[in-house]
């Protein structure tokens, strides 16, 4: 603060006050916030830039001219927007509970009615179908395969390798539209498939 306050912003290397706040901050133990530092390398990166391009310029001169000062006119001014907004978020505050209450009776009437507009539909239809197709045939294969389960546990006649015949085609039916339904997952990129 001795060094820098009492100097002009022409006289200061903008490098060499970031390199002494970061050596007094790690000498202390001070961990600065990610947006100061990023903040701090941008203004070293600018100023190396601009002394490349003109070895006179002082990028603090620049920030200062730049710099928006904000006034108390300025200040009143978003104090009073702030207090305008608040009136108008109060005012519909209010009107909150009536319209409760109008939604709830329609509701009891049965008079309440959403309008609910899908853009794109037609374009996700065909997709919606083909998942809502598989999930039907993986509830027919678990269908099969619990029947034929129940199946095997009997004594039905007749039989193929000790098992109920029917329990057995059921297995085998449910083993094929797995291997089916499988094959149709991985080519599910064409065009001509069925699912």
Known sequence: MQRYLSSSLDDIDVTQVVNDMIKICHTNGIMLPRNITMLLRSLVTIE???????????????????SQVITGEQVEKQF???????????????????????????????????????TDADTMMPDVNKMVDRIVVCVLIAALLMGSSVICTTNLKPT???????????FFLSFCLSVWLFIKMLFRGRKNSIF
């Open 80 to 118: 009073r927007d702030l207090l305008v907004r608040w009136s108008r978020s109060a005012n519909q505050a209010a009107d909150i509970p009536m319209e409760v209450a109008d939604l709830l009776r329609m509701m009891r009437k049965g008079q309440f009615r959403m309008n609910l507009k899908l």
């Open 160 to 170: 193929f390798l000790d098992i109920p015949l029917l329990g057995f085609a059921g």
């Open 48 to 66: 190396g830039t601009m002394k490349d391009l003109d070895p006179e310029v002082n990028i603090l001169t620049i920030v200062k001219k730049r």
